[in-house]
């Protein structure tokens, strides 16, 4: 395995890294919810009433700071080695896995971890060793 130097931001990686966990305490310290996507996102589609005013704010944030962002600096063009019907597939079983698992990475991985929560933890260990697995076997096994 070899490190493309030129690709490699540690820096802008750990600033990103720092600014998602500091959005998460913030979130849980002030709305006393944990912001975990898929459970913001589902919210969404149930309607509850009186409870989608900050879940439309935090879904509009996720997807207006990117937009944002690219308007101030320029970032490299996406490139997506997969077709429409792979992405299609992934992403469905990515829902899936998120509606079986109780939740998502974020919701898991980034404020659960930091809860020190076993259920998340054991969540966390499942989908990471999952997509290695997944990496693995297409990569290397069916070298697609």
Do not use: K
């Amino acid at each position: 395995m070899t490190i493309d130097w030129n690709a490699f931001t540690p820096w802008s990686a750990l600033a990103g890294g720092m600014l998602i966990g500091i959005a998460a305490a913030i979130f849980v310290l002030f709305n006393g919810r944990v912001a975990g996507i898929s459970g913001i996102l589902g919210g969404l589609l149930r309607l509850p009433a009186g409870d989608s005013g900050w879940r439309i704010a935090f879904v509009l944030g996720l997807v207006g700071a990117p937009l944002i962002y690219m308007l101030a600096f320029s970032t490299p063009a996406p490139q997506i080695e997969a077709g429409y019907g792979s992405l299609i597939i992934a992403g469905l079983l990515v829902g899936i896995g998120t509606r079986y698992g109780s939740g998502c990475t974020s919701g898991h991985g980034v404020c659960g971890l930091s809860r020190f929560s076993p259920r998340s933890a054991a969540a966390t260990l499942a989908f990471m060793g999952a997509g290695f697995a997944t990496v693995y076997v297409l990569r290397h096994l069916l070298a697609i």
